[in-house]
């Protein structure tokens, strides 16, 4: 039994024996709409919380994720770090957890998701029998979409070993029809194989560094595409070099029928083994609900990637990666 927070979700969840699905359904259930959240407890649960903070703040590799995302979407609420500060943590109390709970935990905006070899039948039953009671409350606010971009670099002295350094643009939302082709267009430059084109031409042909990658995040009303890599001081201008040259590769260059048909393969391959574990199908299903109103099965999504054109991903380059809206921050 888990929970976690990013900035636009809240999940808990439960794995467990089919046996113990009813117990299951009950205890998150108890727990979601039922804790009494006492005071001693919030006490205790505060100073884990602050040395979770304070471990983070030990860590340049995750901090600096976090300080990029604030630089980004300054002055607007996806700048904000979820764990909050030492001072924003100690002022949170019973009434304030409370009022939170009964302001943003909307029926209109909550998702029950279930994969296993359970009947529907039976979830249906027992979601009547311990969800019923639970009274309606919706609300259609929407928070104010960001539109204040303005691209900047900085760059901050930490006594580290390595230099940390993060590269970055606002990207395409969930909704824009950009989306697939970027999501294959980052796993081309820098997804988790290890036949990137960051790590081949950075890690593999120089060694310049250990740990390098590009990823996408996607938000309800906007997106953020960024490249990590971490070096040696002595490495960064020419790890920042060839970070632009294969920037500037996909611009200019069309990737090649064969090479856009094994990247397509590579991405169907990885989204089909991941639906091998049934916490990431049941986690998926329900942020899909809660983002579009609806599942698409495995064969829509592949249709969509297979039907892909090389021109998309230059076009997406073009757009994403102009070097004119590029902002960074080194450490």
């Known amino acids: 039994i888990n929970a976690y927070t990013t900035k636009e979700n ?14 299951a359904l009950e205890l998150l259930t108890d727990i979601l709409f039922n804790s009494t ?16 903070i304070n ?3 030990d860590s340049p590799y995750e901090q600096i994720y976090d300080d990029f995302e604030e630089q980004i979407f300054k002055n607007h609420p996806l700048g904000m770090n979820i764990l909050g500060t030492e001072k924003s943590v100690k002022k949170i109390n019973r009434n304030k957890i409370l009022a939170f709970i009964t302001k943003h935990y909307l029926t209109n905006q909550i998702v029950f998701s279930v994969v296993g070899n359970i009947e ?3 979830i249906k039953r027992l979601c009547e029998k311990y969800l019923n009671d639970i009274p309606e409350k919706s609300s259609n606010y929407k928070r104010n979409t960001f539109n204040s971009y303005s691209p ?28 697939n082709g970027f999501i294959l267009l980052n796993n081309i ?33 906007t997106g953020l595409f960024y490249i990590y890599l971490g070096t040696d001081q002595k490495h ?29 393969q590579q ?58 809206q590029l902002s960074s921050l080194i450490f």
Do not use: W
């Open 37 to 52: 959240y006492p005071e001693n407890e919030l006490e205790k649960e505060k100073e884990v919380i602050i040395d979770e």
């Open 120 to 122: 529907l039948k039976k």
């Open 55 to 57: 471990s983070y703040l």
């Open 189 to 221: 430059l820098g997804g988790p194989a290890m036949n990137s084109r960051l790590n081949m031409s950075i890690r593999e042909k120089y060694g310049y560094t250990y740990n390098i990658e590009s990823a996408y995040t996607v938000f309800s009303d």
């Open 236 to 264: 960064i201008d020419s790890c920042l070099k060839l970070v632009n040259k294969e920037l500037k590769l996909l611009k200019t260059k069309k990737i090649s029928s064969a090479q856009l048909h094994k990247a397509k």
């Open 267 to 324: 991405l169907i391959g990885q989204i089909t083994l991941a639906e091998e574990n049934n916490c990431n199908v049941m986690l998926g299903l329900g942020k899909s609900l809660l983002l579009y109103n609806k599942v698409e099965d495995l064969k829509d999504i592949h249709q969509k990637i297979n039907k892909l054109t090389e021109k998309e991903l230059q076009d997406i380059a073009n757009e994403i990666f102009d070097e004119n």
């Open 10 to 23: 809240t999940s808990i969840y439960a794995s467990f024996t089919k046996t113990y699905f009813e117990r």
């Open 152 to 179: 900047s670099n900085y760059s901050i002295k930490k006594d580290v070993f390595q230099t940390h350094c993060i590269i970055g643009n606002l990207a395409y939302d969930a909704h824009n029809k950009n989306k």
